[in-house]
């Protein structure tokens, strides 16, 4: 989340006449992420997040976010629901942007997972891939899976050494890897693409929501597993933490099995995640507009994931226990 787009209050006022949620009380943006405006709204019926979309979200995939969103939240699924005007249409345009209106979920996050937090996660996760398994009338293709990293290294790679020394030559090698490797076959169903910590809202000890679903689509389940423990298993210093990795691991799998092929294919899923937000951050790291409200994350953590990565030499070193469950 982020402030790219100014919005004025006789603009926002005008844009909310059109729902049944009262009138206007107070609005702020929010810092927090990179990737479209964001901004708290207190109006008459409470809070609510409005979103306008920027940079690398296609008008046409919003459709997608909006039926998806409510379709998890049919199947029990704790994430914010569209909220749509008096003609029944969640989607508007507002400031020049496509917007949304949404439920405000109440939480909030952790900075430093605990094993207890990972393992909430591996299981609500689990429980999101077996919701969206009847998801239909609407697919995604993962744009930012295997296929479309290299027009983000094409981007950045002029200048990426000026990020690390020898960044552009490791990211070359690890593409050339990874493109030849890259497993295919593996289960697959909607995924959330971008479960941080950030994005998982907990109450009292217990996970309570999940939120931000913009980068959502279909594709191989073990792949947003391995996001995950990407995001969730390595402590401030860079190193890997192996219980966290065998408590997000076991939850998953005691609600949804992983296959022989999804294990053993692990490893190089996680490098794939790792190098997938290494690139994204890079570019966004090179290229912050200039007067935008919005923090950039560092690049060089996930540098420092994918060397890990990389060294790893058997699924169980991410903390999986011996044994296949399907």
Known sequence: MAVYTDVSPEELEAFLSTYEIGRLRAFKGIAEGVENSNYLLQTEAGGFILTLYEKRVNPADLPFFVALMEHLAKRGIDCPQPVRNRAGIALGTLAGRPALIATFLVGTSVRRPTAANCAALGAALAGLHKAGADFAGFSRLNALSVAGWRPLYDQAAERADTVAPGLSALIADELSVLEAHWPAGLPAGVIHADLFPDNVFFTDGRLSGLIDFYFACND???????????????????????????????????????????????????????????????????????????????????????????????????????????
Request: aromatic share 10%; glycine share 6%; with cysteine.
């Open 220 to 326: 191989q389940l073990a792949y947003d597993v391995a996001i995950c423990l990407n995001a969730w298993c390595f402590e401030p210093d860079g190193a890997y933490n192996q219980t966290k990795g065998r408590a997000l691991l076991a939850a998953y799998r005691a609600k949804r099995p992983l296959t022989a092929e999804e294990i053993a294919a692990l490893p190089l899923l996680a490098r794939g995640a790792a190098l997938r937000f290494l690139l994204t951050r890079l570019v966004d790291w090179l290229n912050v507009p200039p007067g935008a409200l919005v923090r950039p994350h560092d690049p060089l953590e996930y540098l420092r994931k994918l060397r890990f990565h990389r060294s790893v030499t058997s699924p169980r070193d991410y903390g999986l226990l011996e044994g296949v469950d399907a």
